[in-house]
């Protein structure tokens, strides 16, 4: 199927054939100038119905019956083509593509999201509000339309890739966010970015620990965590809490009330002395250990597995209501 863009051409470069055939084909059988000719050419061929400029002889009759002809279609056919282009090619969003990218380019200091997911829209969000410029990079089509009702400045693209970064403008920017699904591929974002330009802010994210090193490694000015950033909020509200007190967190998928609970462990408890991954907390009871307030004040936010525990220790735990309540029965 032809191109509308193409066909446009096309169809354009018939109708001036036509109209050049008529200008040349007047001059020839009526003996018109130049000026003359391509005027009663015009409104042959768009049948305006204006008067002609001479009389015509019978040679100039039967050559503007021709000319009605083969103009008026190649004209009708001109302007299909041109409307197809214009609303199905998507010509005026070519030209609002345009628009948006002289704006990127236009940016100085600016801030650049590398995903759009849960946490870059809340951050883009926040930049909206307080006016800040920037530009999300994010490579979901399904989000184009969004940006573009929201008025955002975007590219789209894979963040990963030089091509893309320099789109969204990096060496004139910031701040890079890198928030994009995987360690990995925030990991491969920030060297790249860091390649580019390499006096950028650069905030990516982690899910994991062990990838908080290497995004560091990489090059990242500083790695956040929203799981340890979860847990520290949890963790605050938890210990404002009274010993056995719950801090309902909502309900799991199977309709079940889920809680985050501050337990103290007594000195008979079975899990005295013992590390938290020795007591089988996750596998066996079905809880898991958030946070620990030792005896002498200590916080331990997400303690390691070996962490021992000891009688008097305020253990933070989360699970469903009834299995912490099994294990607040054993400590």
């Given at each position: 199927?032809?191109?509308?863009?193409?066909?446009?051409?096309?169809?354009?470069?018939?109708?001036?054939?036509?109209?050049?055939?008529?200008?040349?084909?007047?001059?020839?059988?009526?003996?018109?100038?130049?000026?003359?000719?391509l005027?009663m050419t015009?409104?042959?061929?768009?049948?305006?119905?204006?008067?002609?400029?001479?009389?015509?002889?019978?040679?100039?009759?039967?050559?503007s019956?021709?000319?009605?002809i083969?103009?008026?279609?190649?004209?009708v056919?001109?302007?299909?083509?041109?409307?197809?282009?214009?609303?199905?090619?998507?010509?005026?969003?070519?030209?609002?593509?345009?628009?948006?990218?002289?704006?990127?380019?236009?940016l100085?200091?600016?801030?650049?999201?590398?995903?759009?997911?849960?946490?870059?829209?809340?951050?883009v969000?926040?930049?909206?509000?307080?006016g800040?410029?920037?530009?999300?990079?994010?490579?979901?089509?399904?989000?184009?339309?969004?940006?573009?009702?929201?008025?955002?400045?975007?590219?789209?693209?894979?963040?990963?890739?030089?091509d893309?970064?320099?789109?969204?403008?990096?060496?004139?920017a910031?701040?890079?966010?890198?928030?994009?699904?995987?360690d990995?591929?925030?990991?491969?974002?920030?060297?790249?970015?860091?390649?580019?330009?390499?006096?950028?802010?650069?905030?990516?994210?982690s899910?994991?620990?062990?990838?908080?090193k290497?995004?560091?490694?990489?090059?990242?000015?500083?790695?956040?965590?929203?799981?340890?950033?979860?847990?520290?909020?949890?963790?605050?509200?938890?210990?404002?809490?009274?010993?056995?007190?719950?801090?309902?967190?909502g309900?799991?998928?199977?309709?079940?009330?889920?809680?985050?609970?501050?337990?103290?462990?007594?000195?008979?408890?079975?899990?005295?002395?013992?590390?938290?991954?020795d007591?089988?907390?996750?596998?066996?009871?079905?809880?898991?250990?958030?946070?620990?307030?030792?005896?002498?004040?200590?916080?331990?936010?997400?303690?390691?597995?070996?962490?021992?525990?000891?009688?008097?220790?305020?253990?933070?735990?989360?699970?469903?209501?009834?299995d912490?309540?099994?294990?607040?029965?054993?400590?």
């Amino acid at each position: 199927m032809l191109h509308p863009m193409r066909g446009a051409i096309i169809a354009f470069s018939i109708l001036v054939f036509w109209t050049l055939f008529g200008v040349v084909g007047f001059m020839l059988i009526e003996g018109w100038g130049f000026l003359d000719s391509l005027y009663m050419t015009v409104i042959t061929i768009s049948t305006v119905g204006f008067g002609t400029v001479h009389e015509f002889t019978d040679g100039g009759k039967a050559f503007s019956i021709i000319l009605i002809i083969g103009g008026w279609a190649s004209s009708v056919n001109a302007l299909a083509w041109f409307g197809q282009m214009l609303f199905e090619d998507g010509f005026f969003d070519i030209v609002g593509d345009k628009k948006r990218r002289k704006k990127i380019m236009e940016l100085e200091n600016h801030y650049i999201v590398c995903g759009f997911g849960r946490m870059g829209k809340g951050i883009v969000e926040g930049l909206k509000e307080k006016g800040e410029p920037f530009v999300v990079l994010d490579n979901e089509l399904s989000n184009i339309e969004h940006f573009k009702s929201e008025n955002i400045l975007y590219v789209t693209g894979d963040a990963t890739t030089e091509d893309s970064l320099i789109d969204a403008g990096i060496n004139k920017a910031k701040v890079l966010l890198a928030l994009l699904p995987s360690d990995a591929d925030n990991l491969y974002l920030t060297i790249a970015a860091k390649e580019v330009n390499p006096k950028i802010y650069l905030i990516a994210r982690s899910l994991y620990e062990v990838a908080e090193k290497r995004l560091k490694k990489g090059g990242a000015d500083l790695v956040i965590s929203p799981y340890k950033i979860a847990s520290h909020h949890a963790l605050h509200a938890a210990f404002s809490l009274s010993p056995g007190m719950n801090l309902e967190l909502g309900k799991s998928s199977f309709g079940v009330p889920v809680s985050i609970r501050e337990v103290e462990v007594d000195h008979k408890s079975q899990f005295v002395e013992k590390s938290i991954i020795d007591s089988n907390f996750k596998s066996k009871h079905g809880v898991l250990v958030i946070g620990i307030k030792k005896d002498d004040g200590e916080v331990q936010i997400n303690p390691d597995p070996s962490t021992i525990i000891h009688a008097g220790d305020m253990l933070v735990l989360t699970g469903e209501n009834d299995d912490i309540s099994k294990v607040q029965a054993l400590c």
